[in-house]
């Protein structure tokens, strides 16, 4: 499948596949469609975190290059963070070099505003780095040194604007939450002024390629999580009257069922860690549903979906996107995975 190469000018116009478990039908349809496709009394939950600046390029005390992407906040000015050796976005990740040889102790200089120290080594590119600065002067120093993490595929060099959601707010993400991407303003007004009930979260969505197939097959790392008391509130009500709840991407799936498996199937406000992967044999206890962009089958979050939807459905989905050419990763088109209700009649049927 042909990945979109750079942000589209009019989301309301990208495709969406609304994929039903249910029913085992495929529908095509556009972003805009998307108030059709749900009910009144829905819920739509969203990743309201921001991308970081993550991308750093520094030198070692040795004169060695070296790109640090940061990959999750582990406490104040410290992350765990993947490194790669010389060279930038245009080489594709699997191709990059390996980074200089890093241990505990050693420094890595971004310029003359922003540096950090290894505090160790937990796997071949995995570090935890801690900076020297700290409050405001890292944050300057980091919008000014990073860009955004992006790949090969991309046509240019990105902005960190072109990595943000609308409805964006604390920078804790890696990459950008990407199904989330799509939903502007007008849209999500139009979903409120039907019924549908909007509720966000705050999840550090993190990286989705290492380039090094061992620490991919771990992908998603451990990442954290902050539910709010009236998104818990939300969720409950929708439930209790009986309506859907829908992620909008499996950062919000992993929050959401995460935490309710730490609980024993209840959702709590609050702050936390999950290590949730989700799979063909998981049984969601809060997600109904999910809005997500389009993805390899070789990728990870592949995996994920089989949560929610068979195997051979999903198969059958990307299939079908493919010869129809809709177009994969961050900037690309979505999957509605969501059983239909009486309301979809207008919605075409492909199979």
Request: charged fraction near 25%; glycine fraction near 10%; charge should be negative.
């Amino acid at each position: 499948m042909s990945p979109a190469t750079w942000p589209r000018e009019s989301p309301l116009e990208e495709r969406l596949l609304h994929v039903d478990p249910r029913e085992g039908r495929l529908r095509d349809a556009r972003i805009a469609d998307l108030p059709a496709l749900l009910e009144p009394g829905d819920l739509l939950v969203v990743n309201d975190g921001a991308t970081l600046p993550a991308s750093l390029h520094g030198a070692t005390e040795r004169g060695e290059e070296v790109e640090v992407r940061l990959i999750g906040e582990l406490s104040e000015g410290r992350y765990s963070a993947l490194l790669f050796g010389a060279g930038d976005w245009h080489t594709r990740t699997e191709d990059r070099p390996a980074p200089p040889a890093l241990d505990a102790g050693d420094a890595v200089t971004f310029g003359d505003d922003l540096s950090a120290v290894i505090e160790r080594r937990t796997a071949s590119r995995l570090v935890e780095i801690a900076f020297r600065e700290r409050g405001a002067a890292l944050w300057s120093a980091l919008y000014r040194r990073g860009r955004p993490i992006q790949y090969a595929y991309v046509a240019g060099p990105l902005e960190i604007w072109h990595a943000q959601t609308r409805y964006a707010s604390r920078p804790l993400c890696a990459e950008l939450p990407s199904a989330g991407r799509p939903l502007v303003w007008g849209l999500l007004l139009e979903l409120i002024r039907r019924g549908v009930r909007i509720a966000s979260l705050t999840h550090a969505a993190g990286i989705s390629s290492t380039g090094d197939p061992a620490l991919d097959a771990l992908l998603p790392l451990p990442e954290r999580f902050d539910i709010p008391e009236e998104t818990v509130v939300a969720v409950r009500e929708a439930k209790a009257r009986g309506r859907r709840v829908i992620a909008v991407g499996t950062t919000v799936t992993r929050a959401l069922e995460g935490c309710a498996a730490q609980h024993g199937g209840e959702l709590r406000a609050g702050p936390g860690i999950t290590d949730l992967i989700l799979h063909h044999g998981f049984r969601p206890r809060v997600v109904d549903g999910l809005l997500t962009g389009v993805h390899d089958p070789t990728e990870s979050h592949f995996r994920l979906l089989e949560a929610f939807a068979p195997a051979s459905l999903l198969h059958r989905a990307n299939a079908h996107a493919e010869q129809a050419g809709y177009l994969c990763h961050e900037f690309g088109d979505s999957y509605l995975v969501l059983s239909s209700t009486a309301g979809l009649s207008a919605i075409r049927s492909t199979s």
